[in-house]
Structures are given as structure tokens and as C-alpha cells.
């Protein structure tokens, strides 16, 4: 089973508007890791957040973490056409050694 | 410029053959991943090594194979025995625990 789940699966918004992804996990995690997969490519890493902290910035991407409820958000700010793509959350295990992936979210950015 | 090149890009199998799919990086990371994604859906993964010359199960590594005899290279064998092989098969590196990984561009591996 999946560690990981997006929220929403889809989402379709117009350019300049903001975005906000959901991901919520079920077991204690050292890390959150959010990538982007542009249709028919590999995934490209944005952002990893430690359990130890609640928010991270990254130019327009804002990630927060919250341990309690198990879950993190990702919201990225006046969106672009280039912004389409598919967003993943991953959990790292207490080792380190494995990423679990969440299903994904299909944003779709509208010019 | 460093990275990870996946070959070929896309692929066909025949019932009953393996198959083996090329993954490499320059990047000097000593851990390698191999994922599965099927369309829709998230990555799980399939093989995974920490270092040179060892490799460990991951979630779905039925059907599969794969070595590491050396640091650059991780290929992936899809063997007969897996059944249902028609995915998208992504590589990956890192520098090691813990920390993010670098993606290929996949092979797409279809059944004849």
C-alpha cells in the first residue's frame, strides 16, 4: 500500500491563480519529499522538508508539514501553463534507504 | 552535464523473453533505484542499491532482476516470469539516505 496520498487527484486552475496539493501519510517519517513529473518523463525533486520542521519556501513553491495530523501541503503561487504536471509526495523510511510515493496530483494550469 | 540516461526509450517484449533495461549515472551517487509506474499512478519500487556489488527487495521485485558491478550502472532485467511487464520503468540515484533523488527519463515497455 501506498504511503502517501494526494489531494486532490486533479486540479485545474487558470494561470496566476495558486495551487494547493495535499499529501497525508500513515506511519512516522524522518522526511517529505515533494517532485513534479512533466507528462512522459522522469521526476524531477522540489522541495524535502524534515519531520522537524513546518514550513519550507523555494521560490513560488510553499511546502508545510504537520507531524500531528500526518500530513503536508505544497502550494505553488501565481501559477504558470508551465506548471502542468504531475505532483508527488514521498515519505523516507526510518532507514533512509527506501522513498515511498504517494498517487499524485494532475495539475493543469490554463493560459 | 551530470545525470542519469535511461536506454532505450522505448521497448517491446515478447511473451516468455527477457528483457533487459540500461540505467546509468554520472553523478557519483552510490545508491541506484529502479521504479514501476503504471498509468495514473504513483511510483512503487522494485529494486533499490546502497552500494557496489548489493541490492535489496523493494515492494514489487517478483519478475525482476537486476546487478550493480559497478558504481555507474544498474540494470534492470524483466524476466519471463513477470507477467504483467507493459509499464513505465524509472531509474533513480541519490547520494544517499535520506536524501532526494535524480530521476531518468524512463523506458516505456510494452508486450508484444
Known amino acids: 500500500s501506498q504511503q502517501g496520498e494526494e489531494d486532490p487527484q486533479a486540479l485545474s486552475i487558470q494561470e496566476g491563480e495558486n495551487a494547493t496539493m495535499n499529501c497525508s501519510y500513515k506511519t512516522s517519517i524522518n522526511n517529505l519529499q515533494w517532485y513534479r513529473q512533466n507528462s512522459g518523463r522522469g521526476l524531477v525533486h522540489l522541495i524535502l522538508i524534515r519531520s522537524n520542521e513546518r514550513e519550507k519556501h523555494s521560490g513560488r513553491l510553499r511546502v508545510t508539514l504537520d507531524t500531528s495530523k500526518k500530513s503536508s501541503s505544497l502550494l505553488i503561487t501565481a501559477s504558470r501553463a508551465a506548471d502542468t504536471a504531475s505532483y508527488f509526495c514521498?515519505?523516507?523510511?526510518?532507514?533512509?534507504?527506501?522513498?515511498?510515493f504517494g498517487g499524485g496530483t494532475r495539475l493543469m494550469v490554463k493560459p | 552535464d551530470g545525470g542519469i540516461t535511461q536506454s532505450p526509450k522505448y521497448l517491446f517484449r515478447k511473451e516468455g523473453q527477457n528483457v533487459t533495461l540500461s540505467c546509468e549515472q554520472n553523478l557519483n551517487h552510490d545508491a541506484m533505484y529502479w521504479y514501476r509506474q503504471d498509468p495514473g499512478q504513483g511510483l512503487r519500487l522494485i529494486y533499490y542499491s546502497q552500494i557496489v556489488n548489493d541490492f535489496q527487495k523493494g515492494d514489487i521485485a517478483e519478475g525482476y532482476s537486476v546487478s550493480r558491478e559497478k558504481k555507474e550502472s544498474f540494470p534492470l532485467t524483466v524476466t519471463s516470469a513477470q507477467k504483467n511487464p507493459t509499464a513505465f520503468y524509472l531509474c533513480a540515484s541519490s547520494t544517499g539516505s535520506f536524501q532526494p533523488q535524480h530521476f531518468g527519463d524512463g523506458t516505456r515497455l510494452s508486450i508484444l
Open positions: 514521498a515519505t523516507s523510511n526510518n532507514a533512509g534507504n527506501m522513498l515511498t
